[in-house]
């Protein structure tokens, strides 16, 4: 005979090969679940008594009296029964978590051990197999014996009448309820086979600690899937517990389990379901209870799923449908991003960072493939909070990796294009509360008159406030709003630090709306479920083929794409960030960090994979010696590496309707600087850069208004209240300040600044740079 490690002899389908012939005995009939349901039984005994002299009308009276709103005795097969839903990862393979109001997974009688049916059997309703629905001789003896001892210790329902109780009528002990259990427990017999109501009572039953069913009380006490795992002592055990589940709890009372095991034994000897030996062997087994594992992985993305999951079907369904969900989550994946995470913040203690999330998604089909919302879920330091889901619900600032949406607003409704010049210049302005808002570069640099591409390349401030100035914030707000994110934020408190990421927002926000760029344009919403199947086999809600809409035009997104890539492109690309986020394929990215080192952020994509990640202190203290190339963006770069290994390294397709044109701009990696124009007489000989466009955008003359003749700059003044801070910084210029070793300025309408002099004075030609009218203003704050 096998045995189950140890603890006794396990009884299958092949017990049916020593099984003793069945003799009828008497038992001690169990005590109604209910308690006071017995001291009902006398009465419903009067009754049946009382049919067997009632004659013809007066019997039809009665029982069309209480048959009048019983529900049919077929709705036993209909009634819903509360499932559990199962939360897989995409394989199916791997289970993330259970969501169940009660846990019960459904079982098919022939998956039942008949030994285990014989022991509920003769527990619970001893006559069962011939027995009309009701016990007559069981409710007389339970009436006899409620009698002699004075108060309620036995009932008198068969397995039907349990069945009937539990899914139709509810358990109000009353007599009327009692008649009503009765007749629908004899209609129910006469609807359904034995074995109909055997697998429905199976499947039913309550066993304690949230098991309901047998199936679900066999994982729940014993950690075993497949009943005919189970040994003698350990279905006896199971079968003794739906009388009085927390009476007999073999985790709680296990001196109670084990000796109500023993009458179940006693039971089955006495019915001739198994030998004296046997149940002696069985007595003697240990109650050792090994519930199954608790399933909760990769908590927060799990939390995710549930919450779509939720938004699709409803808590009850969701709780109760008996669904499996197939989820977008790829479990290696997922491995291998809690790993990189963990690691790389560990590595950077000496920065103080404790904490950092990463979402990955396709920007193709809108999954989400793997989710860390913290470093640990279950470290509740301060600095790390972990669960916590900074990936899904934090607020934090984005940094500089909002420029997208800046300069994204400032080419669809600007009409800027990559080649656009900004001035990189620091300026003094009132930020509506009284002070003066005068914002830096992060190197404190000021680079003058810099391109679109250069100015992204080297994520400068400067130019993307001219840009914030330029549109507006309410553009740029409705350009996020275009891309499908529906933040919306307090435009009264915003100023031109908006612009530049000083508006909070959650890390999947601004996952999907770089989604919609690397995705050329088409939003996909993003989606933690690939597709839920319901407890049938049907598939009744299906992601794996996504709505897409188009929100911007693809062009304008290969472009933004198109100077992104070049933040990874250390030979091509940018100098600043290139060295160090490189994945050896073509990969746009954009990092941030604000002024207070509260937050760093680096958000990448390949066109099949986009990676976003955040770094920080979930107790907001500020972390120091480090910048987003060095804690995010190398964690982005690592990290990718191995997500994107095994594809191949497509680049990003370029659309119909974009144009090259060669215009005048430094082409070093530390240039940048020129006039963004077709090249006039005027422009320097090596100022020549191949520049992408959208067609209809691109520049049409070129440059002689820009390189005045002897070679001088035009600087552009594009607000009055400017103009002093672009003076002082162009007579500085022009005597060598700002060249740091890449520039070489001479800029028309200026002196050389000298120690005396005014900076900004006009030159001795008594030309000045004419100012473009001042825009309506923008109240600005402090960022």
């Not at 006071?36 to 009465?43: E, F, I, M």
């Not at 008594?49 to 009296?65: D, H």
């Not at 049919?72 to 199916?92: C, K, Q």
Request: hydrophobic share 35%; net charge neutral; proline share 6%.
């Amino acid at each position: 005979m096998a045995l189950n490690n140890g603890t006794g002899p396990r009884f299958g389908h092949a017990y049916r090969a020593y099984r003793m012939p069945h003799k009828r005995g008497r038992l001690t009939r169990r005590p109604s679940a209910a308690g006071r349901l017995g001291a009902t039984a006398g009465v419903l005994t009067a009754v049946l008594i009382t049919f067997g002299v009632l004659a013809g009308t007066a019997a039809a009276a009665f029982f069309g009296y209480f048959a009048s709103d019983l529900p049919a005795a077929h709705d036993l097969a209909t009634v819903p029964v509360p499932l559990s839903t199962y939360i897989y990862d995409r394989t199916g393979e791997h289970l993330l978590y259970t969501l169940e109001e009660q846990r019960r997974d459904l079982v098919k009688l022939g998956e039942v051990p008949e030994i285990m049916q014989d022991a509920t059997i003769a527990i619970e309703d001893h006559t069962f197999w011939s027995n009309p629905g009701i016990d007559v001789g069981g409710i007389v003896r339970a009436l006899q014996v409620n009698m002699a001892r004075g108060g309620v210790s036995q009932g008198g329902s068969t397995i039907t009448q349990q069945l009937i109780k539990i899914r139709l009528l509810g358990d109000e002990p009353t007599v009327t309820r009692k008649i009503k259990e009765a007749m629908l427990a004899i209609e129910a017999t006469r609807t359904f086979s034995k074995q109909q109501i055997l697998e429905m009572y199976f499947n039913q039953i309550f066993y304690g600690n949230q098991a309901y069913g047998l199936k679900a009380a066999a994982k729940t006490y014993f950690g075993v899937a497949d009943l005919t795992q189970l040994t003698l002592g350990q279905m006896a055990l199971l079968a003794g517990l739906p009388q009085a589940p927390s009476d007999y709890d073999p985790v709680q009372n296990p001196n109670a389990a084990a000796a109500r095991r023993g009458l179940v034994l006693d039971a089955m000897v006495e019915q001739g379901y198994i030998t004296e030996a046997q149940a002696d062997q069985a007595k003697a087994e240990p109650i050792k209870v090994t519930p199954a594992a608790t399933s909760l992985y990769a908590p927060h993305f799990t939390f995710r799923a549930r919450e779509q999951l939720i938004q699709l079907l409803g808590e009850k369904a969701a709780y109760r449908g008996g669904y499996r969900v197939f989820t977008t989550l790829d479990y290696n994946m997922q491995q291998l991003a809690e790993k990189e995470v963990k690691d790389h913040v560990d590595g950077l203690k000496f920065a103080n960072v404790g904490n950092a999330a990463l979402i990955t998604m396709d920007p193709t089909t809108g999954e989400i493939l793997a989710y860390v919302g913290s470093k640990d879920y279950y470290d509740h330091s301060a600095k790390v909070q972990g669960d916590y889901d900074v990936a899904g619900i934090g607020l934090r600032q984005p940094g500089s990796t909002f420029k997208l949406f800046t300069y994204l607003t400032g080419m669809l409704k600007g009409g800027m294009t990559a080649s656009t010049v900004l001035n990189d210049i620091e300026f003094n302005m009132p930020d509506g509360s009284g002070k003066t808002y005068s914002p830096k570069d992060a190197t404190k640099e000021q680079h003058g008159p810099t391109t679109v591409r250069q100015a992204l390349r080297e994520s400068l401030n400067l130019p993307a406030l001219n840009v914030t100035r330029m549109v507006g914030v309410d553009a740029i707000i409705d350009t996020v709003h275009q891309l499908g994110i529906q933040r919306d934020w307090d435009r009264s408190r915003l100023g031109l630090s908006f612009g530049i990421g000083a508006g909070e927002m959650r890390l999947i926000d601004m996952a999907s709306a770089y989604q919609v760029v690397a995705n050329y344009g088409r939003r996909i919403e993003p989606t933690f479920i690939s597709r839920i199947v319901d407890s049938t086999g049907k598939v009744v809600k299906d992601f794996t083929k996504p709505e897409t809409k188009q929100v911007i035009d693809e062009r304008y997104a290969w472009i933004m794409t198109n100077i992104l890539k070049d933040n990874t492109d250390p030979v091509h690309g940018s100098f600043v960030f290139g060295p160090f986020t490189s994945i050896g394929r073509p990969a746009a990215l954009k990092t941030g960090t604000t002024d207070n080192l509260q937050d760093a952020l680096a958000i990448g994509y390949t066109p099949t994979r986009l990676t976003a990640i955040w770094m920080g202190n979930s107790d907001n203290t500020e972390m120091n010696g480090i910048s987003s190339a060095l804690g995010p963006g190398i964690l982005w770069r690592d990290y990718m590496k191995t997500v994107v290994g095994a594809l191949p390294p497509d680049d990003f397709k370029r659309p119909a309707g974009i144009v090259d044109k060669v215009v005048c701009v430094n082409p070093a990696l530390t240039g940048g600087n020129g006039s963004g124009k077709l090249p006039g007489p005027n422009c320097p000989s090596s100022f020549r850069w191949t520049e992408q466009y959208v067609q209809g955008t691109e520049p049409t003359t070129d440059d002689r208004d820009v390189y005045l003749p002897g070679g001088c700059y035009k600087i552009s003044i594009p607000f009055s209240d400017w103009t002093a801070d672009i003076g002082k910084w162009a007579s500085a210029a022009n005597g060598g300040t700002y060249g740091y070793g890449r520039f070489s300025w001479n800029i028309c309408g200026y002196s050389r600044a000298t120690p005396s002099g005014s900076p900004g004075s006009p030159s001795p030609s008594g030309r000045t740079p004419a100012p473009t009218p001042t825009p309506r203003p923008t109240t600005t704050k402090k960022p």
